[in-house]
């Protein structure tokens, strides 16, 4: 996957989402240490909610956010959840797939959100990808 200018697996431009992403990031590993690979994504949502809730993050489970086209609201679509101003997409599955970062990025650019964890719990090892839109605003901005 190849990176864009507007659209990114990191900043470039150094905005600081170190602190909220690496603590949503803390709870995934814990959930992961603690029930390892082999369920079915319901399975880690539920755990990450609580384990979320545990450490005092507020976090909207499957969460609704607006999609614009070119600054109109046309649809909304489900996200796993919305922690603050980053939305979280979780996967269980062997291995990312490259749906998972368009879908993942698709929903970054298209509902304005400025950051986005992508985290698999069935790999062996926890898998986490943060994905930035440059362009984003918070969707809840005009």
Do not use: W
């Not at 803390?26 to 990450?48: D, S």
């Amino acid at each position: 996957m190849t990176d864009t200018p507007a659209l990114r697996h990191g900043s470039a431009k150094g905005y600081d989402f170190g602190a909220l992403t690496e603590r949503i990031i803390g709870a995934a590993i814990e959930v992961h240490k603690e029930l390892g690979p082999g369920f079915q994504e319901v399975v880690y949502q539920r755990a990450l909610d609580l384990e979320l809730k545990a450490r005092g993050i507020e976090a909207s489970r499957e969460e609704k956010i607006p999609v614009f086209y070119k600054g109109a609201h046309i649809d909304t679509r489900r996200v796993d959840f919305v922690v603050e101003d980053c939305i979280v997409e979780i996967k269980a599955r062997s291995a990312f797939l490259p749906e998972d970062f368009i879908q993942t990025l698709s929903y970054l650019k298209a509902s304005r959100f400025r950051i986005a964890l992508l985290i698999n719990f069935g790999a062996e090892k926890l898998e986490v990808k943060r994905l930035v839109n440059e362009r984003g605003k918070h969707a809840h901005m005009p």
